[in-house]
């Protein structure tokens, strides 16, 4: 099991502000992601990373940047917020098992409104 | 590249009635398939996933998959639906040799009939 926390759960913003979303784990797992989901709609993968220092772009372009720091956080930012990022972010982790077996985790996700 | 279709927007079906969501991915070696379901204002719970060795997988909440290589398929399965199965479902395959990305398929919404 591995719980993962997000914070806010809902954040209501004007345009143009600076925003970081947060996501945090406390077991020390290395593969950490961000999905993009918008109302009703299939996830995409915005960010991932493998380890501190190491962040990669997924296969949706985002205009929000993430920064790893320490293997416990993978913060999520939107240097200028625009209606166009109104979403729900999610976090994620993968567990790695025996024998290479994966297991993935979600967080309960932050949904940004940018009015 | 890998991709995976949920052919089935949305899905009404009786309670107790049996139901089958249908998935089919696009990869070019042995992948990781994952079904999980998002209730209505809840986040993503795994239900199962298949890596390797048998076919027919077992979950959570009585649902089952199958994996069949012939048809790039991985469809899920429950022999009696109930209400309380009323949620999106989303199909997901991943690289088998490192676990790197995971692709999602657009999601069956599913809604229960009384």
């Known amino acids: 099991e591995a719980d993962i926390y997000q914070t806010p759960r809902y954040l209501v913003i004007g345009t143009g502000k600076k925003i970081t979303l947060e996501c945090s784990q406390t077991?020390?797992?290395?593969?950490m992601y961000w999905y993009q989901q918008d109302p009703g709609m299939e996830l995409h993968l915005i960010h991932y990373s493998y380890g501190v220092n190491s962040t990669e772009k997924g296969d949706l372009s985002s205009e929000s940047t993430v920064s790893r720091i320490r293997t416990e956080h993978f913060p999520l930012t939107l240097e200028s917020a625009r209606p166009s990022h109104t979403s729900q972010y999610l976090c994620?982790?993968?567990?790695?098992?025996?024998?290479?077996?994966?297991?993935?985790?979600f967080g309960p996700g932050t949904r940004l409104t940018v009015t | 590249a890998q991709s995976v279709t949920q052919p089935d927007i949305h899905i009404t079906v009786s309670e107790g009635a049996s139901l089958e969501l249908r998935c089919n991915y696009s990869?070019?070696?042995?992948?990781?398939l994952f079904w999980y379901v998002q209730s209505p204002g809840q986040g993503l719970q795994l239900l199962l996933k298949?890596?390797?060795?048998?076919?027919l997988v077992q979950g959570i909440k009585g649902f089952e998959a199958e994996f069949k290589r012939s048809q790039s398929s991985f469809n899920l399965r429950k022999p009696s639906v109930h209400w309380s199965d009323a949620a999106e479902y989303f199909c997901a395959v991943g690289a088998h040799s490192s676990a790197s990305k995971i692709i999602f398929g657009s999601g069956t919404r599913l809604s229960i009939r009384p």
């Open positions: 994620s982790l993968f567990t790695s098992g025996r024998a290479n077996v994966y297991e993935q985790y």
């Open positions: 990869y070019g070696a042995t992948p990781y």
């Open positions: 077991m020390g797992h290395d593969k």
């Open positions: 298949y890596f390797s060795g048998d076919t």
